[in-house]
């Protein structure tokens, strides 16, 4: 086996994907499954369960048995630690992330190592990935961020689909000029020296661990961005409110501190205040008005109109709160539909076509 190993390593790079989990037995296993289905011969998945107490642990025993998977327990550390520690005991040339309730699909790893290949100077890779907010329905994070627009100054060039990314795209993506959410978790694949140099997921941060990774990595290696189809599904609706509330809390927080050094009532008080009523509404979307409880929903909306009660905003999200649910699951299901039509694939096709000539441009 160690044999056969070192002779794929001499052709293709390997490959771990770390897999943290915590209380998701739901769906960690199609999470497994979408990994072992494209893994290479050497590549291998690593689980950390980070001290779940549901069923997630007989889920997990049913794939100890496979050669390529391992399975790591630890006290609940937090998801940083979790993936910290998966990556400590791999042994890929490469690291790749899974969240446990999303998904890869089926030309995911190939299409990165054909990019590892092709671009050995590259250190970091990223992808477009769907976003799905209904069962059965998917949208594309790339053409929804207009990422055509927002890369090509910083495009050097561009190859098989894939194009380099410059000087100052570390600078943009680390001061919020370039859409933070532009890189998933699922969609990014990190060369394992740059991690250890840069340190891994840092465990204090409970929000943003992973976005704050992506920048300093950015900042310590080459990265490029594969055009063209997502890589990853984010399942969207599969996850917990808890983790967006406190998304909103600590902006709201940084928020309220910020009125304090501000005179009140000043203009850009007044700013501040009206994105802390923004930072409420985004709330509501993100953890969703078709499933969440009402007396969330309607906690956010008060501390939205407490904080700026004139935004246009606020009366949709009133009225949407006073239809049924079925009516309110049947609007957002229409919408997403919108979304995740043909014509998306027609934008894709015009981005890559201006990322190219944009690159063209600078080459001459």
């Known amino acids: 086996m ?3 190993r070192e002779r794929y390593h001499e052709f293709w790079p390997i490959i771990s994907v770390i897999i943290p989990v915590f209380n998701c037995a739901e769906y960690v296993a199609g999470a497994i499954r979408s990994c072992l289905e494209r893994i290479g011969p050497s590549d291998e998945i690593i689980i950390v369960d980070d001290g779940s107490f549901d069923d997630t642990a007989e889920v997990l025993h049913n794939f100890v048995s496979h050669s390529q998977v391992r399975v790591l327990q630890q006290s609940n550390q937090g998801v940083s630690s979790a993936r910290n520690n998966g990556v400590r005991v791999s042994t890929g040339d490469f690291v790749a992330f899974l969240d446990a309730d999303d998904e890869l699909l089926e030309h995911t790893l190939r299409r990165f190592r054909l990019a590892i290949v092709s671009h050995p100077s590259v250190d970091v ?4 990935y769907w976003i799905s907010d209904t069962p059965g ?11 055509d627009r927002m890369l090509a100054p910083y495009i050097s060039t561009i190859s098989d689909g894939i194009a380099s990314l ?27 020296g740059l991690f250890d140099r840069t340190g891994g997921f840092m465990t204090n941060l409970r929000v943003g661990e992973d ?12 990265a490029a961005v594969l055009l063209g189809e997502p890589q990853s599904v984010y399942f969207r609706w599969r996850g917990s409110t808890e983790k967006y509330e406190l998304v909103c809390q600590e902006k709201v927080q940084r928020l309220r501190y910020a009125c304090t050094v501000v005179s009140p009532f000043s203009t850009e008080w007044r700013r501040l205040r009206r994105q802390m009523a923004r930072e409420y509404l985004g709330l509501i979307y993100w ?19 407490i904080c700026y009660p004139i935004l246009s905003t606020c009366l949709r999200y009133a009225l949407i709160l ?36 944009h690159a063209l441009r600078r080459r001459t």
Not at 125 to 128: A, E, H, I, K, L
Not at 287 to 299: H, K
């Open 166 to 192: 410059g000087s100052g795209f570390a600078e943009a993506y680390a001061t919020n000029k370039i859409a933070r959410t532009l890189v998933h978790t699922s969609s990014i694949i990190i060369r394992r």
């Open 2 to 4: 160690m044999e056969n």
């Open 322 to 357: 006073l239809l049924p649910r079925g009516i309110v699951r049947r609007l957002h299901f229409v919408r997403a539909s919108i979304a995740a039509s043909v014509p998306s694939r027609i934008r894709t096709m015009k981005q890559r076509i201006r990322l190219r000539d």
């Open 125 to 128: 890779f990223f992808s477009d």
């Open 211 to 222: 976005l704050n990774l992506w920048a300093r990595c950015f900042a310590n290696g080459r």
């Open 137 to 147: 329905l998917r949208y594309s994070v790339h053409n929804r961020l207009g990422a």
């Open 287 to 305: 953890i969703g008005v078709d499933r969440s409880p009402r007396t969330v929903l309607a906690y956010a909306l008060w501390r939205s109109v």
